[in-house]
Structures are given as structure tokens and as C-alpha cells.
């Protein structure tokens, strides 16, 4: 029998049924800085203030919720580095059914923690995460528990297209609608649910997926006609660095989403830094790639706009690590190199010449054995906080107005 890969507009609406006293309505918040840049109003849809920090609850307790009264007695297995984990176990734990879930050796510790705190037992194993998977189907295989995908499942699909339901109540003039996309489920079940209800009221709504460029498994497969696996290169949005598309949601993806774009990794930590910045909201990589494209131009939208950000779960050391990482993108930390002769003085001129420009000289790095200097010669590293491209260049030209020779240093 051929695998079901279609869904209703009666069985979204069913799962927002089954949701509506576990997950939050999320708010769905008009953002001024955004639409001043763009020149359309956007609203951002906050599933990173979801319960477990992200949209993945809604799909975990609908898939939970259909399991039958045996099946809920041998409980749940699911395999998570993050997101998923958290959403299986507190659905599991509303529902009252056992939760296993397997994770990597050396997941973030604040996500391990957060599943554990939701009730699951917690198996870490596998250096990498097809190992974890591995690992977890053959527990499954020999406990007789139920396994939990985390994107290619019908009900999981449905689950989390409630999140598009919510943004055409909220927002029933919406024009158009940013997804991220990483296996596919919420791009699956938001382009679905909005696309079905839209028809019903006679209106059109464009939905836009966006994947971050070093983990892009749709567009590739979008182009072959089938879920095609790709070599991941390394990515700060984790949370949607899938090698394979599911064949559930690369079937509604094929027929429902627009258009699916891709985001840099210096364009996602840019927009990272903004919408905490100005948002004041705490956002994932993968959770802010819509944000991403339409800040770097990806997408050319015309209309009111509803960006979904996805997830808040990030560990706060790589919150440190991407907002020097965001910062440098926008120009607004710079790194210079200046080699000066090893005499009094140096140190002081080139800190007057730094202030001149307005600038603020964040760390200081004064060495006199890096490779190619002379003996008579010391370098100087600066980490210098600038406002911007045309600041960063008045800081340039001040160092060699004041004599010195000064380089961007790329590490």
C-alpha cells in the first residue's frame, strides 16, 4: 500500500483541537524595525516563547495523542540532539506515557538537562547523530515502544501546521509567510494548513522556506523530483541541518511552498543579533533564517508579512560566540592588525588615533613573536566595536593618517 502523504484542512483543524490546552497561542508581534527596513509590515510569529522553546511541541503531542491505550503502555523512543527531545518528553509526560530518548555524546548540556527536567529518560550514545538513530530504532525494535520521528510523520506534519492557523486568525490579512525548513515538518504542515484554509476563504497566501545554505537538502531535491541526501558542511543552525528531506513533507513542500531560498551563515548571525537587539527576543539560527532572507534580500515581498521564528533553545555559550560572530558581519567589530617598531609611544598613538575616529577599542593584543616580524618590530591586534562599513573605514584611514600601517585581520 502506497505511504499517505496528503492531509486535510479537517485534520489540521483537528490537531489545533487536540493542542489548544497544551501548546501557547503564541503571540504574533508587529515588527517596526523590520518594516521600516523592508517597507511592508512584519510581524513575527514567537514559537521561540512556545513551552519547550519551539514549534516542535505541537507535532510531538499530536503524534502523541493518536497512539492507542496498548501503544501508550509500551511508551515512546525518540532520537533528538535538541528540539524534538524536549518536545517528545513533555508531551510524553502530559500524556502520562514513558519517554526514551536517545542523544548524542556530547549534546549541549542545557538541552540534555531540559529533557531530562521534563521527565524522559535520557540515553546518550553515538558520536554523531546517525549513530544516535541507530541506536534508538534498535531499542525500539527490542522494547516494542513506539518510535517518535521528528519531521516525517502525518501527525506530526499536522501538528505543527497549526502555527499557520493561528497566523491567518491573528493576521487574516497576511500576504505572505517565512518559514525555515530543515527536514521539513513545520514547512510541510504551515505551507499545507495555510494554503487549504486560504482556498476555503477565497484568498491567496505565498509562504516562503528558507534554509541555511550549508545544510540545503531542498533545493537539490526539489530539482530531481525526489528527496535526494546531501554532504552537510557545518552550520550554527543546527536545529534544521537535515542531510535528506522526508518523503511526507518533501511531497507537500513540492506541491504547497512557493518558493525555498537560502541564507548564509553570516547572514543568520547578523539577523541573530538584530532581533535580539531590537526585538529583544532570543532566537535560534535556524529559528531566525526568515528574518535572515529578507535582511540580506533573499526575498522581495510585497504585502503584509508573518515571519515565523521557530525555536529559542541555543546554549548561552554560542549565543557569546555569534553575537562577535553577528557583529563582525555588520561591521560593527572589527579586527585590525597594525605592525609597529618595538619603541615608547606606539601603543598610545595608536590608541589616539583609534579614539579620533569615535571608535571603541573593545581587546588588545600586544606581541612580539608572531611569524615575519623583525626584532625590531611588535604587532598589535585590535578587536575594535565600530558602527558600521563607513565607520570601520574611518577607523582604517585614521591609523594610517597618524603614520601607521594598519590591516584587516581576517582571524
Given at each position: 500500500?502506497?505511504?499517505?502523504?496528503?492531509?486535510?484542512?479537517?485534520?489540521?483543524e483537528q490537531a489545533q483541537k487536540t493542542l489548544v490546552n497544551v501548546a501557547i497561542r503564541t503571540p504574533l508581534l508587529k515588527c517596526d524595525w523590520l518594516s521600516e527596513m523592508t517597507d511592508i509590515p512584519v510581524f513575527l510569529k514567537c514559537?521561540?516563547?512556545?513551552?519547550?522553546?519551539?514549534?516542535?511541541?505541537?507535532?510531538?503531542?499530536n503524534r502523541l495523542s493518536s497512539l492507542s491505550p496498548e501503544e501508550r503502555k509500551k511508551g515512546v523512543v525518540a532520537a533528538s540532539a535538541g528540539n524534538h527531545a524536549q518536545g517528545v518528553a513533555y508531551a510524553a509526560r502530559e500524556l502520562g506515557i514513558k519517554a526514551t530518548i536517545f542523544m548524542p555524546i556530547g549534546a549541549s548540556l542545557p538541552k540534555y538537562q531540559a529533557t531530562l527536567d521534563f521527565g524522559a529518560k535520557v540515553v546518550l550514545s553515538g558520536t554523531i547523530f546517525d549513530e544516535t538513530l541507530v541506536a534508538a530504532k534498535t531499542f525500539t525494535e527490542k522494547s516494542g515502544a513506539v518510535f517518535i520521528p521528528?519531521?516525517?510523520?502525518?501527525?506530526?506534519?499536522?501538528?505543527?501546521?497549526?502555527?499557520?492557523?493561528?497566523?491567518?486568525?491573528?493576521?487574516?490579512?497576511?500576504?505572505?509567510?517565512?518559514?525555515?525548513?530543515?527536514?521539513?515538518?513545520?514547512?510541510?504542515?504551515?505551507?499545507?494548513?495555510?494554503?487549504?484554509?486560504?482556498?476555503?476563504?477565497?484568498?491567496?497566501?505565498?509562504?516562503?522556506?528558507?534554509?541555511?545554505?550549508?545544510?540545503?537538502?531542498?533545493?537539490?531535491?526539489?530539482?530531481?523530483?525526489?528527496?535526494?541526501?546531501?554532504?552537510?558542511?557545518s552550520t550554527i543552525a543546527d536545529g534544521i541541518a537535515v542531510a535528506k528531506p522526508g518523503k511526507i513533507p518533501f511531497d507537500l513542500i513540492s506541491k504547497y511552498v512557493d518558493k525555498v531560498v537560502t541564507v548564509t551563515e553570516d547572514e543568520i548571525a547578523r539577523a541573530m543579533v538584530l532581533v535580539m537587539e531590537k526585538s529583544k527576543l532570543v532566537v535560534e539560527a535556524g529559528g531566525v533564517v526568515g528574518v535572515a532572507a529578507m535582511l540580506s534580500g533573499k526575498v522581495k515581498l510585497?504585502?503584509?508579512?508573518?515571519?515565523?521564528?521557530?525555536?529559542?533553545?541555543?546554549?548561552?555559550?554560542?549565543?557569546?560566540?555569534?553575537?562577535?560572530?553577528?557583529?563582525?558581519?555588520?561591521?560593527?567589530?572589527?579586527?585590525?592588525?597594525?605592525?609597529?617598531?618595538?619603541?615608547?609611544?606606539?601603543?598610545?598613538?595608536?590608541a589616539e588615533a583609534v579614539a579620533a575616529a569615535g571608535a571603541n577599542v573593545v581587546e588588545v593584543l600586544h606581541t612580539r613573536h608572531g611569524n615575519g616580524l623583525q626584532i625590531s618590530e611588535v604587532e598589535l591586534d585590535l578587536s575594535i566595536e565600530t558602527r558600521g562599513k563607513e565607520h570601520r573605514d574611518e577607523v582604517f584611514q585614521s591609523l594610517k593618517k597618524a603614520g601607521l600601517s594598519p590591516r584587516m585581520n581576517q582571524d
Open positions: 500500500m502506497a505511504l499517505k502523504t496528503t492531509l486535510s484542512l479537517a485534520e489540521f514559537e521561540n516563547l512556545q513551552r519547550t522553546g519551539s514549534f516542535k511541541l505541537r507535532g510531538a503531542y521528528p519531521f516525517d510523520d502525518l501527525d506530526i506534519v499536522s501538528g505543527q501546521g497549526v502555527v499557520g492557523l493561528e497566523i491567518l486568525e491573528d493576521l487574516p490579512d497576511v500576504d505572505n509567510i517565512l518559514v525555515c525548513l530543515g527536514g521539513g515538518g513545520l514547512a510541510a504542515g504551515v505551507s499545507t494548513a495555510v494554503k487549504l484554509r486560504a482556498k476555503s476563504l477565497g484568498k491567496k497566501v505565498n509562504v516562503v522556506a528558507v534554509q541555511a545554505a550549508a545544510a540545503a537538502a531542498y533545493p537539490p531535491s526539489l530539482k530531481a523530483g525526489k528527496p535526494v541526501e546531501i554532504k552537510m558542511q510585497k504585502g503584509t508579512t508573518a515571519v515565523i521564528l521557530s525555536g529559542g533553545n541555543i546554549d548561552p555559550l554560542l549565543v557569546q560566540r555569534v553575537i562577535r560572530h553577528g557583529l563582525a558581519a555588520s561591521d560593527r567589530y572589527t579586527n585590525i592588525a597594525v605592525m609597529l617598531p618595538d619603541r615608547p609611544g606606539q601603543l598610545v598613538l595608536t
